[in-house]
């Protein structure tokens, strides 16, 4: 298996746009989770989903962000509209059931 | 609500040298417990993953033990080498959520 799958790996936009982040997760997992990380704060669990439904989305910031899983190979990760402070790496891991979560290389996203 | 935490932050050591890195948490719940390491601008690399029922896992020189009761995991690394350098996190898989650690940001000079 090739792993958990991310992309784009690098995005960089200015501020207002919309951000789609990608992610293709391990064949047979049925957890999903969308992780940002920051100097300041570390790792921190935006959204996860379990068999394709979102199970707990307390972590996503604000309303601007948002997370669709519409079939268990994919999902995504919309920002609109994306603003500087939303600057960091942006990770996506899956797991099955709790056998242990495998990450993706992440997508490194700067709003200018 | 489930904490994570890692002592300490930052360690350096010279080359050869055995550690111990740690992991508490509150909530003693957890299905499985995770050791990662992360490069620099890189993804995070599954090291050792110890599920609930078991104390502890060993691959290579690494070895991750488990005590629910007190809350706490560590990291045993032996005979350091300058190619551990990396931070490692350790996360609790608590319900369905994998919560993380901080991290402790390892350096190992020559």
């Not at chain 1, 991310?6 to 992780?35: A, D």
């Not at chain 1, 919309?78 to 996506?92: G, L, T």
Request: hydrophobic share 35%; with cysteine.
């Amino acid at each position: 298996d090739a792993g958990v799958i991310q992309s784009p790996r690098h995005e960089v936009t200015e501020m207002g746009q919309e951000v789609t982040l990608r992610c293709k997760p391990i064949s047979g997992h049925n957890s999903l989770f969308w992780y940002r990380q920051t100097m300041m704060r570390g790792l921190e669990l935006l959204i996860y989903f379990n068999n394709n439904v979102p199970i707990d989305d307390s972590g996503m910031p604000e309303d601007r962000f948002s997370a669709k899983m519409p079939n268990a190979s994919f999902s995504t990760l919309k920002i609109q509209p994306s603003e500087p402070r939303d600057s960091a790496v942006y990770f996506c891991a899956s797991s099955r059931d709790s056998r242990g979560a495998f990450f993706g290389q992440g997508t490194r996203l700067t709003v200018v | 609500k489930q904490e994570v935490t890692q002592i300490p932050a930052a360690l350096s050591v010279p080359e050869g040298e055995n550690l111990v890195l740690n992991c508490s948490f509150t909530d003693s719940a957890i299905y499985n417990l995770q050791w990662f390491r992360q490069d620099p601008g890189k993804g995070l690399t599954s090291l050792l993953l110890i599920q609930s029922s078991q104390r502890e896992q060993t691959s290579g020189r690494l070895n991750a033990s488990l005590d629910k009761s007190s809350g706490r995991s560590t990291l045993y690394i032996a005979a350091s080498q300058p190619g551990d350098s990396a931070t490692y996190l350790c996360a609790v898989l608590d319900t369905d959520k994998l919560i993380f650690g901080t991290g402790t940001r390892l350096q190992v000079f020559p």
